[in-house]
C-alpha cells in the first residue's frame, strides 16, 4: 500500500472548508440583509407609536385650561431591538423632543386692529403680542431613514418628510367666529433612547371668552410658523370668516403669516399659555374690568354690591391674584362696609374678582367709584386699563319715601308667534312710587344660561308679537320695541348678563346668526307712547320669544317654569332708579270659565318603512263648542310644527317604535293633546355610511375606533393613525401604512340599509413612499374575512378617487349585516403607504337592482398627439375590462378644480369582455384640473377613477 501517494483525506478537509465558507456567507447575508429588514420594521413600528404619542401631547396642550390645569403625557423617544444569539445589533435608536423658539421674542403671534368693549377696551385699545413656539421631534433611526420630522405648532402637528408633509391634526384655533390661541413657553429638551414624561400645566386659562370687534381695519392673526403662507392657504377655502392669508415676513427659519379676518363681525376670543419645561413665566395682572351692576341704582340708605376682575393679558386671572390689592374710592359721597370710609382695600380671590359692598350713606344722584390695582391718586385716570370707574345711581327718598315699583304676579308663560312652544311671558308692575314716574327702559336676565337667543318672528307689534311691548293699562298706551330681525335667520342675543331695551330711544342690540354663524348689531324700532304711570297705576311688561341659540341651529326656549331677572329703570323727581324683580314664570292657563278641548287621534298602529300613513284628529271635542285648530309633531321632536288641520300625512324612513302627537286648542287659551305609537318594520340603516371601526396590528396600543375582532384578524399587518380623518370628505388625512412587509388592515362601515338595490364605494387617496413591484387594493370581504371583490389603488403619488359598485356577493353580504367590511392590502413591494381623505358607502335605492359585478378602467392623460391628431387639447388614453363580459360604455371627462365639465367624450359599444381607446379632447374652455373615466355595464353596474391632468 502505497500510502504516501494516498490523497483521500484532502476531501474532507476541502469540505469541511466549503461548509464553513457556506455558513460564514449565510451568517454574513442573516447580518447584512435580514438583521437591517426586520430592525427597520421595528423602527418604522415605533414611529407609528411616537406619532399616536406627539398626537396626544398635542391634545393636552391644546385643551389643558379651566378644570383640567395640567396633564402629563409619555412620549417614547427610542425603542431597542430584539435580543440576538449570534448577530449583532447596531446601537438603540434615540430621539429628541425639543422646544423651538419659544425663547426667541421673534416668534410669536400677534392680534392686530382689535378692540373690546367696556373696561376691557382699555386693554384692548392696540395690537397684542404673545411670544409662542413649536415642538419638534426627531428620531434617529439606524435603517429607517425616511422616518418623519414631527412638529406640532399653532395647534397643528404634521409630518415633514423629504418629499413633504403631511397633517396629523388638523387646526382648532378659529372656528367660525371662536377664535382659540394658545402661547407654548418654557424649555425642553429631551433626547433618549427610552421614555420621557411631559409636563403640560396651564399658565393662563379660563373657560371665559371676550368679544372682539375690529377697530375699522379687518382684525389681522399673525402668527410665526415653520410652514410656509402657502400651506395655511386652506384656512380661506375652510373658514367662511378668513377673507386672507398671507406671508407677512420670513427669516431664521420661521415664516410670520398673517389670517386676516372678516370685517364688521363679533369674534368670541380665548387665549390660554401652556408651559412645557423649564423657565416657565407667570402672567402678571395686565388690567382691571367691571363685571356687573355698573350703571345701577340704590336708594338711599340702601347697599349695593359691586364685582370687578383682574386679569392678565390672556384676560384670565393672573398668576399673582393672591398678592395683588384692589384700591377702592368713593369719588363722591357713600362709603363701603368693610370700612365704614369713603376708602376701601381687598385682595381677589384665584379667579381674580373681588366685590365691596357700597353703602349709599351720602346724598342722591349719580355718584362714581374707583377701582386700581395700583395707588388711586391724582394720577388717576379711567381710561387706563389698571383703573376703572363706576357710577351707581343712588334714588333720593323723596321719590316716594322709600317706595319702588312692585311685580303683583310671577308671570305668565304664553305663545306668542304660533309655533307651539310658550317662549313669551308677561309680568304686571304697579307703580307704589307715590309719584308719577315715566319708564326709560327694561332689562332681562334669564337664570338659566342656555336662554340666549330673543326674536318674536312675528309681524305684528301687540304684545306677544315683538320683542318687547309695555301696555299702561289704565289708558292702554302701549310702547313697542321691535328688533328688525331677518326671520329665522337672525336673534338678538342674550348674554349672561342680559339685555337692556330703552322705551325712550332707538338703541344698537346685538345679534347673532344661525346662517353664518356670527355676531352683528342691530338699531330698535320704537312705536307707540311713551309710558307714564300714574300713581297706583300698573303696566304689562311682555318680552317674546326667547330661543336657544348656537352654531347654525335656534330652538324655541319653553319659559314655563324659568327665572328671570327683570329690572325696570324710571325717571321720578328729576332721577332715574331701577327697581329689580324676580319672575318666575308660570306655565300657560287658559281663559276664566274655559274648559279645555279633548284630543283624540286615529291612525293605524303598524307599518312598513316607507309606508304613506294618515292621522286624523277629527274625533276631538269641546265642551263648549269652540271651533278647534290642530298642530301636528310628526317627527316626534316636541315642536307641533309639522302640519295643521283635522288630518296629517307622513311616513318612517326607519323602523322601530314611532310617534305621532296632535294638540288641540279651542282659541280661549285649552289645548290638549294626543298620541299615536306607530310599530315601523323593515331596516333602519342609514343611506350613507363613513368608517365606524378598525383593526390593524397595533392592538397593545387601542386606540378610538379599533376592534380586533373584524376581518383580517388574526392574521392583521400594517398600521392605521388618525382614524377619525377618513369618516368625513373634509381634506384630512388618514395614513395606513405597511406592518412589516405586508398591509392588511380592516375597516367597517356600519349602520348601513340594507334594503337596497345596490350598493357604492367611493374613496379619496393619495399613494406615498410605494416602491417596487406589488399590487395595493381595496378589497370587499365578508364578516369572515372572505374575498368578495378587489380593486386596486393607483400607485401615481397623486390624489385619485375611486368609485364602484358592489358585485352581488358583496351586496348580498352588505344586505345580509348591515356593514360593509373592506381590507386594505398590500403584496409584494417595498415598504407602502396610502393617505385616505375618505372612504363612504352609499346605498343605491333607485329602482334598479344591477346584476354582476362593476367593469375595471383605467386612464392616462397627456397633451399632445392622439388618435395621430395635430397634439391641441387632451389625449385620454383609456383601458376597460368586465369579467362578465357585458362592457358597454367607456367616458372620459375633463374637469375644473370644481368638478364643473369642460369635456366629455362618450365611447358606447356592444357587449364585450374588453375594450381600449383614446379620446381626443379639444377647444376647452376653462382651467383643467382632473380627468374622469366612467365603465359601465349593460346593468349599471360603473366604475369610476379620477386622475390630476397634466
Known amino acids: 500500500m502505497d500510502l504516501v501517494g494516498d490523497r483521500r483525506g484532502q476531501s474532507i478537509q476541502i469540505g469541511a472548508i466549503l461548509l464553513f465558507a457556506v455558513l460564514v456567507i449565510a451568517f454574513a447575508s442573516y447580518q447584512a440583509f435580514v438583521v437591517p429588514s426586520q430592525n427597520s420594521e421595528v423602527e418604522f413600528n415605533h414611529n407609528q407609536q411616537v406619532q399616536s404619542e406627539l398626537q396626544d401631547l398635542r391634545n393636552a396642550i391644546v385643551s389643558v385650561g379651566g378644570v383640567d390645569r395640567s396633564r402629563s403625557v409619555s412620549v417614547r423617544l427610542g425603542t431597542r431591538y430584539p435580543s440576538r444569539l449570534a448577530a449583532r445589533n447596531p446601537s438603540p435608536p434615540s430621539g429628541s423632543l425639543r422646544t423651538v423658539g419659544t425663547t426667541d421674542e421673534r416668534v410669536d403671534l400677534t392680534i392686530a386692529n382689535a378692540q373690546a368693549s367696556g373696561e376691557a377696551g382699555d386693554f384692548w385699545n392696540e395690537s397684542q403680542r404673545y411670544n409662542t413656539g413649536a415642538i419638534t421631534y426627531r428620531p434617529s433611526y439606524n435603517v429607517y431613514t425616511n422616518g418623519p420630522t414631527t412638529t406640532y405648532e399653532q395647534t397643528v402637528l404634521y409630518n415633514r418628510f423629504r418629499t413633504g408633509n403631511t397633517t396629523v391634526a388638523n387646526q382648532s384655533f378659529i372656528d367660525g367666529t371662536d377664535i382659540s390661541l394658545v402661547a407654548l413657553n418654557g424649555t425642553l429638551s429631551r433626547s433618549s433612547t427610552g421614555t420621557t414624561s411631559v409636563d403640560v400645566r396651564s399658565v393662563s386659562s379660563s373657560t371665559e371668552r371676550i368679544r372682539l370687534t375690529d377697530d375699522g381695519t379687518p382684525i389681522n392673526i399673525t402668527f410665526t410658523s415653520t410652514r410656509p403662507a402657502t400651506y395655511w392657504d386652506f384656512l380661506e377655502n375652510t373658514q367662511p370668516n378668513v377673507t ?18 372678516q370685517p364688521d363681525q363679533s369674534y368670541m376670543l380665548q387665549l390660554t399659555k401652556v408651559g412645557v419645561g423649564t423657565g416657565v413665566i407667570d402672567e402678571p395682572a395686565a388690567y382691571l374690568t367691571d363685571v356687573e351692576w355698573d ?21 384670565n386671572p393672573p398668576g399673582d391674584a393672591g398678592e395683588l390689592t384692589v384700591n377702592a374710592s368713593v369719588a363722591d359721597d357713600g362709603s363701603f362696609q368693610s370700612s365704614g370710609a369713603g376708602d376701601a382695600t381687598k385682595t381677589p380671590d384665584e379667579d381674580g374678582k373681588v366685590t365691596f359692598v357700597y353703602e349709599a350713606t351720602g346724598s342722591a344722584g349719580r355718584q362714581e367709584i374707583r377701582f386700581s390695582y395700583t395707588t388711586i391718586n391724582g394720577s388717576f385716570e379711567a381710561s387706563t386699563p389698571e383703573d376703572v370707574s363706576v357710577n351707581v345711581t343712588v334714588q333720593p327718598s323723596s321719590s316716594g319715601g322709600g317706595g319702588r315699583l312692585v311685580s303683583l304676579n310671577n308671570g305668565q308663560a304664553f305663545d306668542g308667534n304660533g309655533n ?24 332681562v336676565v334669564p337664570e338659566n344660561s342656555d336662554i340666549n337667543g330673543l326674536s318674536d318672528e312675528s309681524d305684528g307689534t301687540a304684545p306677544g308679537e315683538s320683542e318687547l311691548a309695555v301696555e299702561n293699562l289704565a289708558t292702554g298706551e302701549t310702547r313697542v320695541v321691535e328688533l328688525g330681525l331677518f326671520t329665522g335667520a337672525q336673534y338678538g342675543f342674550v348674554s349672561g348678563r342680559g339685555t337692556v331695551l330703552s322705551l325712550e330711544s332707538p338703541t344698537d342690540e346685538e345679534t347673532y346668526s344661525v346662517s353664518s354663524g356670527s355676531f352683528g348689531t342691530v338699531e330698535t324700532d320704537l312705536t307707540g307712547s311713551a309710558i307714564e304711570l300714574g300713581s297706583g297705576e300698573s303696566a304689562d311688561v311682555t318680552f317674546a320669544e326667547f330661543w336657544t341659540v348656537g352654531g347654525s341651529t335656534a330652538v324655541p326656549a319653553n319659559v314655563s317654569g324659568e327665572t328671570f331677572r327683570l329690572a325696570v329703570t324710571y325717571a321720578a323727581g328729576g332721577s332715574r332708579v331701577a327697581d329689580e324683580f324676580v319672575v318666575n314664570v308660570a306655565p300657560p292657563s287658559a281663559s276664566p270659565g274655559n274648559s279645555p278641548p279633548m284630543a283624540d287621534i286615529a291612525g293605524p298602529s303598524s307599518a312598513s318603512v316607507g309606508d304613506p300613513l294618515t292621522f286624523d284628529a277629527g274625533g276631538s271635542s269641546d265642551p263648549d263648542g269652540d271651533t278647534l285648530s290642530y298642530e301636528w309633531d310628526l317627527d316626534d321632536d316636541g315642536a307641533y310644527d309639522d302640519d295643521t288641520g283635522e288630518t296629517a300625512s307622513t311616513s318612517f324612513g326607519s323602523s322601530g317604535d314611532q310617534t305621532v302627537s296632535v294638540r288641540v286648542s279651542d282659541g280661549n287659551g285649552g289645548s290638549d293633546t294626543a298620541s299615536q305609537t306607530v310599530t315601523v318594520s323593515g331596516d333602519s340603516g342609514a343611506t350613507t355610511v363613513y368608517p365606524t371601526a378598525f383593526n390593524d396590528r397595533d392592538n397593545d396600543n387601542t386606540e378610538s375606533g379599533e376592534d380586533e375582532s373584524l376581518p383580517p384578524a388574526p392574521a392583521e399587518s400594517g398600521n392605521l393613525a388618525s382614524f377619525s380623518n377618513m369618516q368625513a370628505a373634509d381634506g384630512s388625512l388618514t395614513p395606513v401604512q405597511d406592518g412589516g412587509q405586508t398591509t392588511n388592515v380592516g375597516i367597517e362601515l356600519d349602520g348601513i340599509t340594507t334594503s337596497a338595490d345596490d ?13 417596487g413591484v406589488g399590487t395595493l387594493d381595496l378589497v370587499v370581504v365578508d364578516s369572515d374575512g372572505n374575498e368578495l371583490q378587489r380593486k386596486p389603488l393607483r400607485n401615481t403619488g397623486e390624489t385619485d378617487t375611486l368609485s364602484f359598485t358592489v358585485n352581488d356577493a358583496a351586496e348580498q353580504a352588505i344586505s345580509n349585516s348591515g356593514a360593509v367590511y373592506l381590507v386594505v392590502e ?63 360604455n367607456v367616458t372620459t371627462v375633463i374637469e375644473d378644480s370644481d368638478g364643473n365639465a369642460l369635456s366629455t367624450v362618450s365611447n358606447t359599444f356592444g357587449q364585450t369582455n374588453s375594450r381600449n381607446g383614446e379620446d381626443r379632447h379639444e377647444g376647452i374652455s376653462g382651467t383643467a384640473a382632473k380627468v374622469r373615466v366612467i365603465a359601465t355595464d349593460a346593468n349599471g353596474n360603473e366604475v369610476t377613477f379620477t386622475r390630476p391632468a397634466p
Open 244 to 261: 386672507d392669508v398671507r406671508l407677512a415676513s420670513s427669516g431664521n427659519g420661521f415664516y410670520n403669516v398673517t389670517v386676516e379676518l
Open 295 to 315: 350703571g345701577d341704582s340704590v336708594p338711599q340708605g340702601g347697599t349695593k354690591e359691586l364685582t370687578l376682575e383682574v386679569r392678565d393679558r390672556f384676560n
Open 826 to 888: 398590500k403584496t409584494g413591494g417595498n415598504y407602502a403607504r396610502v393617505d385616505f381623505d375618505y372612504i363612504r358607502a352609499t346605498a343605491l335605492t333607485d329602482g334598479d337592482a344591477r346584476a354582476g359585478g362593476p367593469p375595471s378602467a383605467s386612464v392616462t392623460v397627456t397633451t399632445g398627439n392622439c388618435n395621430n391628431g395635430n397634439g391641441a387639447g387632451y389625449c385620454a388614453a383609456w383601458s376597460a375590462s368586465d369579467t362578465d363580459g357585458d362592457l358597454t
Open 759 to 771: 350598493y357604492r364605494i367611493e374613496t379619496r387617496y393619495e399613494s406615498r413612499e410605494y416602491g
Open 420 to 443: 307651539g312652544v310658550a317662549g313669551a311671558f308677561s309680568v304686571t308692575v304697579e307703580n307704589r312710587v307715590g309719584r308719577p314716574v315715566e319708564l326709560t327702559d327694561v332689562a
